[in-house]
């Protein structure tokens, strides 16, 4: 009996080698996100070539403190951040921007319990530090980032992705 007889049962064995290409792709993500630079610039100007609505807010620190949290239950601090508007630099970016918290875990699909180790250290951003928000598509690493010049200056100088005609339909607009 060949296996054909009976379908196929896992995308191994209908797309190999795209297999092969997303388990690079997750073995390169948990190599970054353990090195001391998780979210290098490459990555933040690739953000804004490959995702037509992404936005990027450069924010600046009014205040930190610490906040009681209550997750399901469970009763942490977390530190909580307030930030000002200083210039919208791709896209509409969306606030509130007052009491951001620091997400200890991030979604990572692959890993057993869909959440992996926000790769970006807590610490308390002080009142003047400026910060790159990104927004309008879904991901959560390096969601907000240290706008360092050489971060901020990936971002400005990145070319935007073109849009499609079906990504106009997507969002309802024409």
């Known amino acids: 009996m060949l296996l054909g007889d009976y379908g196929c049962d896992s995308v191994r064995q209908v797309v190999p080698l795209l297999w092969q290409d997303r388990e690079q792709l997750v073995d390169k993500t948990n190599?970054?996100?353990a090195s001391t630079?998780?979210?290098p610039d490459e990555i933040l100007a690739g953000r804004i070539r490959t995702l037509p609505d992404?936005?990027?807010?450069?924010?600046?620190?009014?205040r930190s403190r610490t906040v009681e949290v209550n997750r399901e239950g469970e009763r942490t601090m977390e530190i909580a951040t307030d930030y000002q508007l200083k210039e919208a630099i791709w896209g509409e970016p969306q606030g509130p921007w007052t009491g951001i918290l620091y997400r200890p875990g991030i979604q990572?699909?692959?890993?057993?319990?869909g959440l992996?180790?926000?790769?970006i250290p807590p610490s308390f951003p002080k009142p003047g530090e400026r910060f790159l928000f990104f927004g309008g598509a879904t991901f959560d690493s390096c969601r907000v980032v240290r706008?360092?010049?050489?971060?901020?200056?990936?971002v400005r100088n990145a070319v935007a992705a073109p849009r499609r005609g079906e990504d106009y339909l997507v969002e309802g607009r024409k």
């Open 108 to 113: 990572w699909k692959p890993s057993p319990n």
């Open 147 to 154: 706008a360092t010049p050489s971060a901020e200056s990936a």
């Open 37 to 39: 630079n998780p979210c």
């Open 116 to 119: 992996i180790a926000n790769p």
């Open 54 to 62: 992404v936005s990027v807010a450069l924010l600046e620190v009014v």
């Open 31 to 33: 190599t970054r996100f």
